[in-house]
């Protein structure tokens, strides 16, 4: 099922269609109201005096009231070649004088209200009626009140209120058509410049990520979603430079542990002597195990690369949790190494919002660093702690420390300071700063306790209410346990 095209100016021409079109009709029948009032006008004023000079003809006499009124007269006053005419006139008795009979006689309420003129059906034919009050001498001198009646059917009217109609009908269709044709076009010309940024658009190369330009002609409305496609632009730029960086970093590093383990394997096929052949296939295996933990760096990197770009997957997580979790991994190593890890944790739950995983995984690259470059005997303690609207992790070690020169450097990808012998892919502290950054903190490097040693600090904001309590500590003694004094593994 196709979706259908919707055009912006076709969406905005109709809702002004529909709002014209109902001021239009609403003016249609203000018009056809008038065009009647205006046909009526004359020809009322004109019913009115026939029914006064008809009342003007009546008699009162000794034998009661008379219409004296000759046939040429009357023909003249009621002959119409259009309308057909008829009257009534009656005393205040209801007594008829002259006239024809089916006109509705009055009550007295509506004889007060005179004289009147109202529409109205007389034998299933609509007629227009008008009704005054007369007062005629009468024999004893005294005024006859009299009620006249005339009524006429409506066709000449009808003929004029047409006329006015259309007279007034046509200009105001006029002025409906020209303000509707006049906003297609004005629309169309406002939205000439959304065309231009399509062509413009359209005719750009896959690899052209540079800002959309905007010109003096641009219009206000449209120059937000400009700003916001070139900020889209900036980020994909952005994206795509941190995996070109990647590509080419991996790239370099995955091809010396791969040509080592090549080298490696040749090696093996052309030993004879068992032994030499389990050696060789030990060093096989120890560069396998360094490719992989490689790549598992570089694929833990890449992830959170692209978490900057993306809603990351958040959540309410007790930092005390995570970093003794973290601990527990590096006891073993700790402990073969001779190194006493140690763990001291906020003294109640310390929940901040972030990626458990993420949050893990930087945790662990800090206490590995540390063990990997302490020397046997040393310390090293990682701990929880929460002051001025920030949740600290902080990992202590007591080694031979990092030269001030080389603090940031050396949370640049593959940087690895020169007299360590250790081995390693210098990820781990990357990996750091990109899960800090995704999670708006801040990673930094002090000294140690004395000058002696690292201290590699992350402050994560959250907003804690009670002050810095207390904390446990636990320490490496075969396994993290909860105790009063620190051991050192062995």
Same mark, same amino acid.
């Given at each position: 099922m196709t979706s259908r095209k919707k055009s912006l100016r076709a969406q905005v021409v109709n809702w002004l269609m529909v709002l014209f079109g109902i001021?239009?009709?609403?003016?249609?029948?203000?018009?056809?109201?008038?065009?009647?009032?205006?046909?009526?006008?004359?020809?009322?004023?004109?019913?009115?005096?026939?029914?006064?000079?008809?009342?003007?003809?009546?008699?009162?006499?000794?034998?009661?009231?008379?219409?004296?009124?000759?046939?040429?007269?009357?023909?003249?006053?009621?002959?119409?070649?259009?309308?057909?005419?008829?009257?009534?006139?009656? #005393?205040?008795?209801?007594?008829?004088?002259?006239?024809?009979?089916?006109?509705?006689?009055?009550?007295?309420?509506?004889?007060?209200?005179?004289?009147? $003129?109202?529409?109205?059906?007389?034998?299933?034919?609509?007629?227009?009626?008008?009704?005054?009050?007369? @007062?005629? +001498?009468?024999?004893?001198?005294?005024?006859? +009140?009299? #009620?006249?009646?005339?009524?006429?059917?409506?066709?000449?009217?009808?003929?004029?209120?047409?006329?006015?109609?259309?007279?007034?009908?046509? =200009?105001?269709?006029?002025?409906?058509?020209? =303000?509707?044709?006049?906003?297609? $076009?004005?629309?169309?010309?406002?939205?000439? +410049?959304?065309?231009?940024?399509?062509?413009?658009?359209?005719? @750009?190369?896959?690899?052209?990520?540079s800002p959309v330009s905007v010109d003096e002609d641009t219009p206000d409305e449209v120059r937000p979603l400009i700003d916001a496609f070139n900020e889209i632009l900036e980020r994909m730029r952005n994206l795509l430079d941190s995996q070109q960086r990647f590509v080419a970093d991996a790239a370099h590093q995955l091809r010396t542990p791969l040509a080592g383990l090549k080298t490696q394997a040749e090696f093996a096929l052309r030993l004879d002597n068992p032994r030499e052949i389990r050696d060789a296939l030990r060093q096989v295996l120890a560069g396998a195990e360094r490719g992989s933990s490689l790549a598992s760096q570089l694929l833990t990197l890449a992830r959170h690369e692209r978490s900057q770009h993306d809603e990351a997957p958040f959540q309410r997580v007790d930092l005390n949790a995570i970093v003794r979790e973290a601990a527990t991994q590096y006891v073993d190593a700790a402990m073969a190494k001779g190194v006493d890890l140690g763990f001291e944790a906020h003294a109640t739950p310390l929940i901040v919002s972030g990626d458990p995983v993420g949050l893990r995984e930087m945790a662990g690259n800090l206490i590995d660093n540390a063990v990997r470059y302490t020397q046997s005997g040393g310390r090293v303690t990682a701990s929880v702690s929460a002051h001025g609207g920030l949740a600290t992790v902080r990992v202590e070690d007591n080694g031979p420390g990092i030269p001030h020169g080389d603090r940031e450097r050396v949370f640049e990808r593959f940087y690895r300071g020169l007299g360590t012998n250790q081995e390693g892919s210098g990820l781990g502290l990357a990996i750091v700063r990109e899960i800090a950054q995704l999670h708006g903190a801040t990673a930094t490097i002090d000294d140690g306790p004395g000058s002696i040693g690292t201290v590699f600090r992350v402050d994560i904001p959250t907003a804690p209410t009670a002050s810095d309590p207390a904390k446990r500590v636990l320490h490496t003694s075969g396994e993290l346990q909860e105790t009063g004094a620190r051991a050192t593994g062995s």
């Amino acid at each position: 099922m196709t979706s259908r095209k919707k055009s912006l100016r076709a969406q905005v021409v109709n809702w002004l269609m529909v709002l014209f079109g109902i001021l239009l009709l609403i003016s249609i029948a203000v018009s056809y109201v008038a065009a009647v009032d205006f046909a009526n006008l004359p020809y009322d004023h004109q019913l009115l005096a026939t029914a006064r000079t008809l009342g003007s003809h009546v008699r009162d006499s000794r034998n009661g009231p008379s219409l004296d009124l000759a046939d040429a007269i009357r023909d003249s006053l009621l002959y119409d070649e259009d309308d057909r005419t008829i009257f009534r006139i009656t #005393t205040s008795t209801g007594q008829m004088v002259g006239g024809d009979a089916p006109l509705p006689s009055l009550s007295d309420e509506e004889a007060q209200s005179q004289p009147e $003129l109202i529409t109205t059906e007389i034998a299933g034919v609509a007629m227009r009626i008008g009704t005054i009050q007369l @007062r005629v +001498p009468n024999a004893s001198g005294d005024a006859l +009140p009299l #009620t006249v009646q005339i009524a006429e059917t409506l066709n000449k009217r009808s003929r004029l209120a047409r006329k006015i109609f259309f007279k007034l009908l046509i =200009p105001q269709i006029i002025l409906a058509a020209l =303000p509707i044709g006049g906003l297609w $076009l004005g629309v169309g010309s406002g939205l000439a +410049p959304l065309e231009r940024l399509k062509v413009a658009l359209t005719a @750009r190369s896959q690899y052209d990520l540079s800002p959309v330009s905007v010109d003096e002609d641009t219009p206000d409305e449209v120059r937000p979603l400009i700003d916001a496609f070139n900020e889209i632009l900036e980020r994909m730029r952005n994206l795509l430079d941190s995996q070109q960086r990647f590509v080419a970093d991996a790239a370099h590093q995955l091809r010396t542990p791969l040509a080592g383990l090549k080298t490696q394997a040749e090696f093996a096929l052309r030993l004879d002597n068992p032994r030499e052949i389990r050696d060789a296939l030990r060093q096989v295996l120890a560069g396998a195990e360094r490719g992989s933990s490689l790549a598992s760096q570089l694929l833990t990197l890449a992830r959170h690369e692209r978490s900057q770009h993306d809603e990351a997957p958040f959540q309410r997580v007790d930092l005390n949790a995570i970093v003794r979790e973290a601990a527990t991994q590096y006891v073993d190593a700790a402990m073969a190494k001779g190194v006493d890890l140690g763990f001291e944790a906020h003294a109640t739950p310390l929940i901040v919002s972030g990626d458990p995983v993420g949050l893990r995984e930087m945790a662990g690259n800090l206490i590995d660093n540390a063990v990997r470059y302490t020397q046997s005997g040393g310390r090293v303690t990682a701990s929880v702690s929460a002051h001025g609207g920030l949740a600290t992790v902080r990992v202590e070690d007591n080694g031979p420390g990092i030269p001030h020169g080389d603090r940031e450097r050396v949370f640049e990808r593959f940087y690895r300071g020169l007299g360590t012998n250790q081995e390693g892919s210098g990820l781990g502290l990357a990996i750091v700063r990109e899960i800090a950054q995704l999670h708006g903190a801040t990673a930094t490097i002090d000294d140690g306790p004395g000058s002696i040693g690292t201290v590699f600090r992350v402050d994560i904001p959250t907003a804690p209410t009670a002050s810095d309590p207390a904390k446990r500590v636990l320490h490496t003694s075969g396994e993290l346990q909860e105790t009063g004094a620190r051991a050192t593994g062995s």
